[in-house]
């Protein structure tokens, strides 16, 4: 099987023309739409917990004012990035004049004044060894050579730079793969899609097929998400997916080595937390246990399939000069510190009936809810205080320290998701 069977390659000729293809695509439709609630938080704390997720338990890896360039930043990611980091000078590039337009639009309306907005393909740009943080979530995969255009992303980094990267997972888009290759057989061109054609004929499929399958459910799912989203999915011009394996050999071809997974809102919702697996057998779960992150998070990608968790994790350069811990060694680093607990107040500015945003009078706390709801996380929780270690308060619960569950207190107490505890420095 040819790997444009396996992926949605069938307009690749050159970079220039997949830049020219989706730029015409995204043109079309503006992606994503426009969110409900725009989160304004105060300066700082954004910072603190993606250095939390990494495990930099003394906040040193994302510094106090830092330079942050969201690569491929659609209608909001930049705009969410801005006001999420008040204190940082945020820098947005994207291919499409529309979504830049959105994003531009709404951030004079809200009066963000540390965002900068460029009309630029990935493949074009020269930014070398100047970003603090890089943020660059589903977007690489739509490009006709990955390798090279994660090169000049990486590029941007500085040498010890923080990058978050997300590419799809193989398993999560067999059905989409497959939806977008058989649009494709329909049609044949040279060179653009026929977008409002392709349009309609999603719509003849979306009607039903014999006999029914999968494929029919999953496109009568998609009859009621908005244009943007069911385009995206079932009509994006080109699309490459990976495994935890192969995106180790994409990162790697560009000078990037795991770093750590990078909780995400996706996952969140989907209740699918982390990499690791429980088996009944405890020989088998000793020896999984024992293997390095990445071969054990290949075997959870190869038998959790469509219920693993998405490819979204951080990387550092491999010459940063810092070593790479282990999840089991920033686990054990979490257990020798101590924390306190944390919470703190957005401003949300809330999408009205005319597409303008308002201030809401009442700010949101944050976290939410006020207590974990997960049990061992509330437990854990409710005993926290600045003068004990993680580990010494496992002890006065009489909490084996197990890797499974010290992983998943980690997670939903002190992540970027979870903003619940802020470690003593």
Not at 4 to 33: A, I, M
Not at 119 to 126: A, D, F, G, H, K
């Amino acid at each position: 099987m040819s790997t444009t069977d396996l992926f949605n390659l069938k307009l690749v000729k050159s970079y220039e023309q997949v830049d020219h293809v989706n730029k015409r695509f995204y043109g079309r439709f503006n992606y994503p739409w426009s969110p409900s609630l725009l989160p304004a938080y105060p300066p700082g704390m954004a910072g603190l917990f993606v250095n939390q997720d990494i495990g930099s338990w003394n906040h040193s890896r994302i510094p106090e004012r830092p330079k942050i360039w969201i690569a491929g930043c659609g209608t909001n990611q930049a705009l969410f990035t801005a006001l999420k980091f008040p204190e940082a000078e945020v820098l947005g590039t994207d291919i499409s004049s529309g979504s830049l337009d959105v994003c531009r639009r709404n951030a004079a309306q809200l009066g963000v004044k540390n965002l900068e907005l460029e009309e630029r393909s990935l493949n074009e740009i020269t930014h070398k060894d100047k970003f603090d943080y890089v943020l660059c979530t589903g977007v690489v995969h739509h490009n006709a050579n990955p390798d090279a255009t994660l090169k000049k992303i990486a590029g941007a980094l500085k040498p010890n730079g923080i990058l978050e990267f997300m590419v799809y997972n193989y398993y999560h888009r067999l059905l989409s793969t497959a939806t977008q290759n058989a649009v494709r057989e329909f049609y044949e061109y040279d060179s653009s899609p026929d977008l409002d054609l392709e349009l309609s004929l999603i719509g003849k499929l979306i009607a039903g097929f014999q006999p029914e399958n999968l494929v029919t459910r999953f496109l009568k799912a998609h009859s009621i998400t908005p244009e943007a989203e069911m385009a995206d999915t079932l009509l994006q011009p080109v699309e490459y997916s990976y495994t935890v394996r192969s995106l180790e050999k994409l990162t790697g071809q560009s000078n990037l080595s795991y770093l750590a997974q990078c909780p995400n809102q996706f996952d969140v919702e989907s209740e699918r937390l982390d990499w690791n697996m429980t088996f009944k057998d405890p020989s088998l779960q000793a020896l999984y246990d024992k293997l390095p992150d990445v071969r054990r998070w290949q075997i959870s990608n190869l038998l959790l399939l469509d219920k693993s968790p998405m490819l979204w994790f951080y990387f550092q350069r491999q010459d940063a000069g810092i070593p790479i811990r282990s999840e089991q060694e920033i686990c054990e680093e979490f257990l020798h510190t101590r924390f306190e607990k944390n919470s703190f107040q957005v401003r949300n500015y809330i999408l009205n009936a005319d597409g303008d945003y308002l201030l809401s009078e009442k700010p949101r706390s944050l976290p939410s809810p006020a207590l974990p709801k997960h049990p061992l996380a509330a437990r854990v929780y409710n005993e926290v205080n600045k003068n004990l270690t993680i580990g010494e308060v496992f002890e006065r619960l009489k909490i084996k320290p197990g890797f499974r569950h010290v992983n998943e207190v980690r997670i939903r107490l002190t992540s970027s998701q979870f903003p619940y505890l802020l470690a003593v420095c």
